[in-house]
Nanobody, 125 residues
Framework: QLQLVESGGGLVQPGGSLRLSCAASGFGFNYYAIGWFRRAPGKEREGVSCISSSGGHTNYTDSVKGRFTISRDNAKNTVYLQMNSLKPEDTGVYYC??????????????????WGQGTQVAVSS
């Protein structure tokens, strides 16, 4: 079983950057794909980006391609989400989650078993 804790959220102006971290404790982090999801105000939770257990394969939703980069450091049991050129529509609570998946990860909620509590990101001038 894994425990996940997100950090790095905050308030940033449009065009700014943030780096989110997802720190894991427990057994088997290296075997899990990790996904980042967000819930914008008044909207349902959506997949943002995900990364395979090895870090060799990644996936992004269209709205963040070219702006966000997901990475992982298995030696530190941590996954990162570098967010650049932030827009007001990126505002929301960001969650990381872990699940067993194949080589190419899918950022679909029901494929993930363990979830963090979330970190708030607000993009506003």
């Amino acid at each position: 079983q894994l425990q996940l804790v997100e950090s790095g959220g905050g308030l940033v102006q449009p065009g700014g950057s943030l780096r989110l971290s997802c720190a894991a404790s427990g057994f088997g982090f290296n075997y899990y794909a990790i996904g980042w999801f967000r819930r914008a105000p008044g909207k349902e939770r959506e997949g943002v980006s995900c990364i395979s257990s090895s870090g060799g394969h990644t996936n992004y939703t269209d709205s963040v391609k070219g702006r966000f980069t997901i990475s992982r450091d298995n030696a530190k049991n941590t996954v990162y989400l570098q967010m650049n050129s932030l827009k007001p529509e990126d505002t929301g609570v960001y969650y990381c989650a872990a699940g067993y998946q194949g080589i190419q990860p899918m950022c679909v909620m029901h494929l993930y078993d363990y979830w963090g509590q979330g970190t708030q990101v607000a993009v506003s001038s």
